[in-house]
């Protein structure tokens, strides 16, 4: 008599749902930090140039390589000095923005003053790319206080720092070298002595700005045209025969002209 077998196979008791369809798993890509080692290459911000020298006053070349913090409402502000600023939005939504609003540049000088750090070439806001101007303000230590929107994709940052307590920690003419600083005195003494137009001495002094690497060169360097050089060389060479032989013969047509015997 053949016996019977059963088996017995324990079936799970699965939601109403389940036989619905398959379930689809997104995985969202951690983008909090610029340079986040757990991401892949292209899933990382990308900036698009790489940032200006460390440059300005001495003692605030010490902030170069730290990176401060804040957050509000629900993005996180990333500020790093001489190099970038970030902005993550804090959110576990899948496609959470993540993106470069600055990546260093140069900074603003007025009135003989390091005013603020630009942070240009950010990611691409409509036919423009956004931007951020990091001020800089005196505070108990070193943190973002306050960030801001003005105007479309322009953000304006307050950077608060003891290293700009004192009322001469952000003068320009001090940081310069002496090549510079004598520089600067024949401009303003040509200033001075009305030698110079306002916008002049203006252009001087930002060459003087960018010399020192306070501010990103404006100059076009462009090569001579040796054979534009050789024609004008070639033209006024003989413009200066034919002066200089209209310069002799005049005397001898001013007395033929009155009469005097033709030589």
Known sequence: MCGLWFILVKIPILGPYSFAGKMKIVEEPNTFGLNNPFLAQGSRLQPKV?????????????LAGKCFSYIESTYKYEFCPFHNITQHEQSFRWNAYSGILGIW????IVNNTFLAMWMREGDACGN?????????TCGGSSKLAQVSEPTTCVYSLSFE??????????LVYPTLSDKLQMEWDEVEQARYENLITEQGYNNLL????EDAGFLKSQKV??????????KTHDSLQKCNQVSSLERIQKPFATMSSNGSPDI
Not at 50 to 62: F, I, K, W, Y
Not at 105 to 108: D, P, S, Y
Not at 161 to 170: A, I, Q
Not at 221 to 230: H, L, Q, R, V
Request: charged share 25%.
């Open 221 to 230: 360097k462009e090569k001579p045209d040796i054979t534009t050089t050789s």
């Open 161 to 170: 720092t003891p290293l700009v307590c004192h009322p001469h920690s952000l």
């Open 128 to 136: 423009k790319n956004r931007q951020t101007k990091v001020i800089l």
């Open 206 to 209: 930002r060459d003087i700005f």
């Open 50 to 62: 790489t940032p200006g020298p460390v440059s300005g006053p001495a003692h605030l070349r010490r």
């Open 105 to 108: 540049q140069e900074w603003e």
